[in-house]
């Protein structure tokens, strides 16, 4: 009935506003905007891919290569040769495979490429930066994180009760997708007296689907709404569902954008 997950091309817009925005705040001069794309040869990768495409074009950026690689593929000093060669100011991708990624992200630094580097779900790896290191210094990333006051408490009572620090993902959004459940399922009770299937389904059609039943007590994202013509994700953008954008350093993750959450600004490629 609805995805508590956004496609990648309505959350990729993120990393083209925190890079023009960096660029209009002065703190990244990129020169021409010639850039790359990279990503696994799946249907995540390349639906990603040409996402970025068409919005970073969309601000005047010209793709120069497009590369995808098997998802299994450790070699990368051929490709990341041809970026340098073509000296592209900002490569963009994605891979979930972590040796793949790291292995990426290792060699871009070997072969001496000074592009500003976006790897999308880098972050997702528990053990990310033991397979990169300092390799990832500079490295733009979207994340789900513990940034608001309720996030942070959810966080910190998990940890008292389990002994293991949490992810934002698994449990943060898992626990706001439950929530969410119980209390769509609670109007729907409420409403007609019982819940089964075809009641819940109507509920979801007439209310959910048209923007009139709005969830806004979750931990991770300030508001889950969904509209016409957002369905079946939910609305994407600043008060509504967002990752923000981070920038990594020493093996810890800072948050560039969006502003009222920023926690330093882009430090571009040395």
């Known amino acids: 009935?609805?995805?508590?997950?956004?496609?990648?091309?309505?959350?990729?817009?993120?990393?083209?506003?925190?890079?023009?925005?960096?660029?209009q705040m002065g703190r990244w001069n990129p020169g021409e905007k010639k850039m790359a794309i990279y990503g696994e040869d799946t249907d995540w990768g390349r639906s990603l891919g040409a996402a970025f495409r068409h919005q970073f074009e969309g601000k005047n950026w010209r793709v120069l290569a497009e590369e995808y690689f098997a998802l299994n593929?450790?070699?990368?000093?051929?490709?990341?040769?041809?970026?340098?060669?073509?000296d592209?100011?900002?490569?963009?991708?994605?891979?979930?495979?972590?040796?793949?990624?790291?292995a990426f992200i290792k060699q871009a630094r070997e072969v001496g490429l000074r592009s500003l580097i976006v790897a999308d779900g880098l972050g997702w790896v528990g053990e990310w930066y033991e397979l990169t290191g300092n390799a990832s210094n500079g490295v733009i990333d979207q994340n789900p994180l513990w940034n608001r006051a309720e996030a942070k408490d959810f966080r910190d009572a998990y940890v008292q009760q389990w002994h293991e620090r949490?992810?934002?993902?698994?449990?943060?959004?898992?626990?706001?997708?439950?929530?969410?459940?119980?209390?769509?399922?609670?109007?729907?009770?409420?409403?007609?007296?019982?819940l089964d299937r075809a009641k819940l389904y109507r509920f979801c059609k007439e209310k959910l689907w048209t923007g009139q039943f709005i969830y806004t007590d979750g931990i991770i994202m300030p508001r889950y709404e969904f509209t016409p013509e957002t369905i079946p994700d939910p609305k994407v953008g600043r008060g509504y569902y967002m990752f923000p954008v981070v920038?990594?350093?020493?093996?810890?993750?800072?948050?560039?954008?969006?502003?009222?959450?920023?926690?330093?600004?882009?430090?571009?490629?040395?």
């Open 88 to 102: 592209v100011r900002l490569i963009v991708g994605t891979s979930t495979a972590p040796p793949t990624i790291s």
């Open 73 to 86: 593929e450790t070699d990368f000093y051929p490709v990341l040769q041809k970026f340098r060669n073509l």
């Open 247 to 270: 920038q990594y350093s020493n093996g810890e993750s800072r948050i560039i954008w969006p502003q009222e959450w920023r926690e330093g600004t882009l430090q571009p490629p040395g």
């Open 166 to 194: 949490p992810g934002p993902s698994s449990p943060g959004l898992a626990y706001d997708s439950a929530s969410f459940f119980i209390k769509l399922s609670e109007a729907v009770l409420s409403q007609s007296g019982e």
């Open 1 to 23: 009935m609805a995805k508590i997950w956004p496609i990648p091309a309505k959350l990729s817009t993120a990393y083209v506003e925190a890079l023009e925005d960096a660029i």
